[in-house]
């Protein structure tokens, strides 16, 4: 059964950084994309970041690009979130994802909190 537990969240300034992590347990960690995902109250959970099995290929929200970094080492079945820059508006609870064919993971997320 595929774990995901998430950890690294807290409060924060407006321009501080926080690094958030996602460790897996549960199948072969190395083959399979991993992704980042945050929800602000009343709004709906919306895509971060993504990081392919081997970390080769990364995608990020355009909200995001330039501030944040994903990565991984599958060494220690873990996945990162390297936020810099902060603003208020990220604001969150931010989950780990992954995917099996038929069936979507979620950690149980983490608190971040931006203050301006």
């Known amino acids: 059964q595929v774990q995901l537990v998430e950890s690294g969240g807290g409060l924060v300034q407006a321009g501080g950084s926080l690094r958030l992590s996602c460790a897996a347990s549960?199948?072969?960690?190395?083959?399979?994309?991993m992704g980042w995902f945050r929800q602000a109250p009343g709004k709906e959970r919306e895509f971060v970041a993504a990081i392919s099995r081997t970390g080769g290929f990364t995608d990020y929200a355009d909200s995001v690009k330039g501030r944040f970094t994903i990565s991984r080492d599958n060494a220690k079945n873990t996945v990162y979130l390297q936020m810099n820059s902060l603003k208020a508006e990220d604001t969150a609870v931010y989950y780990c994802n992954t995917n099996s064919p038929g069936r979507t993971y979620w950690g149980q997320g983490t608190q971040v909190t931006v203050s301006s």
């Open positions: 549960g199948r072969t960690f190395s083959n399979y994309g």
